[in-house]
């Protein structure tokens, strides 16, 4: 019977798994958005580029009921799964169909694909990416069903800057797979606007980190035994890095501050 339950699960969109058991269990997906269960009670828009199937703003709001997000994702394919995101979120949640870059143009998204799925959590704008030793053993793994073959398939996405929304983001989470300096630059204004609260998946950050620390921004990790944030540096070995601009709204440094702090 387990063979049998195992060979139809077989049968459902991985990524319809995906969402299925982000709903069953009370975790985050990722322990570092545990951190977002600090910033209840504190009203503001929460900005997800690299949103997928929705599975950051699932995360938040399992640990958070205050912030609201929009979600921006490149990958067409993904508009039916944030659309029933919007459905079980009508008051705090919408999605847009792009990504994030330093232009506003139509180019092409690299999404790593076996003959069963798309690996689209790894898809990227920047080719170069899957050059790289680590990525490619991750995609392997991946498609350890395939005999860990794998491919792409290539589609033209829309990107725009975030600077040409004209939001007022309290937060913005990045997940873009190589693509983040690309990203940071389209948003120049807005950080300078408004300085918010950062949160980055860790890809070149001998990139990100000084082009950030050029505009007053300082890093840190989630501990989670602690419940804290500690400082890192560019060599920093963790997978998201949370980064603190000084003229952060009061309201985030009164619950962050006291994380990031010495004892």
Known sequence: MSNLIHQLSRLIPSTLRDILALKRWGEPHEKDFKLFARLNRINGLLVDIGANWGQSAQSIFKVNQSLKVLSLEPNTHMGWYLFLMFLQHPFRFRYKLAGI???????????????????????????????????????????????????????????????????????????????EIKALMGMENTLKKYHPLLMIELNNQEAIFPWLEERGYQFYRYIEETQRLEPIDIYAGCLNAFCLHPETPAALHECLAPMSSAE
């Open 101 to 179: 870059g330093d232009m506003n143009d139509t180019i092409t998204l690299n999404i790593p694909q076996t003959k069963r799925r798309d690996l689209s959590t790894n898809a990227s704008f920047e080719p170069g990416e899957f050059e790289k030793g680590y990525v490619q053993d991750r995609l392997r793994e991946y498609s350890a069903e395939n005999q860990g073959e794998y491919s792409f398939q290539r589609r033209k996405a829309k990107v725009i800057t975030l600077d040409s929304l004209a939001l007022a983001p309290l937060v913005i989470k990045i997940d873009v797979e190589g693509w």
